[in-house]
């Protein structure tokens, strides 16, 4: 009889025995699938932020070639590009290479952007500008859709001073040659531009 309420007794610890380790591996895992998905999460935050500080120092690389190819003036990066396109050939590919046709804010860039087109281009070349009244006649208004504000339009010709062109001339360009004076052009022709870069 002792001996049958020990097997009893040793049965009854098995069971229990066996009930809690299959019940304790069902808890484990989820401890640790909660620990490996936060583990996981982290990792890829970790992978998110390597990627995009990777993406800002190629944007900065690329920047700095620029600069280091063309000039840098007031904070800005300008690039020529010699050969000569149309109007809008030449703004699709400043914008990608991540920048837009040149525009000057104030007079002495426009002076340094018009001795850099005649050092870089050349010193009879004029060169698009990111200048244009396609929208409305007369309202010239730069890359970002924005009126400009700094102008430098050609006006010592007194019969015809620039803007002169009408609805047949909705393009501005810079000439090396007259020191940077501005004239407005037919669109459509091709002519050398630079491109410019803001620096962030």
Known sequence: MEFKGVCLLLGVLLLVN?????????????????GKDAAVEELQKQIDNIVMELNLLKEQQALQTVCLKGIKIHGK????????????????????????LSA???????????????????PDEKVWLGVNDMATEGKWIDQT????????????????????????????????????????????????????????
């Open 18 to 34: 066996c009930s809690f380790q299959q019940s304790s591996p069902r808890r484990k895992p989820v401890k640790k699938d909660v």
């Open 77 to 100: 990066c300008f690039l020529a590009e010699p050969l000569k396109k149309r109007y809008h050939t030449a703004s699709e590919d400043c914008n990608a290479m991540g920048g837009i």
């Open 104 to 122: 000057p804010s104030s007079a002495d860039e426009n002076k340094e952007l018009s001795d850099y087109v005649r050092k870089s281009i050349g």
């Open 145 to 200: 859709g924005l009126s400009v504000t700094y102008k430098n339009w050609d006006t010592s010709n007194y019969r015809s001073p620039q803007p002169d062109g009408g609805q047949s001339q909705n393009c501005a360009v810079m000439s090396a040659s007259s020191g940077g004076k501005w004239f407005d052009e037919n669109c459509r022709e091709e002519k050398p531009s630079v491109c410019q870069f803001n620096i962030v």
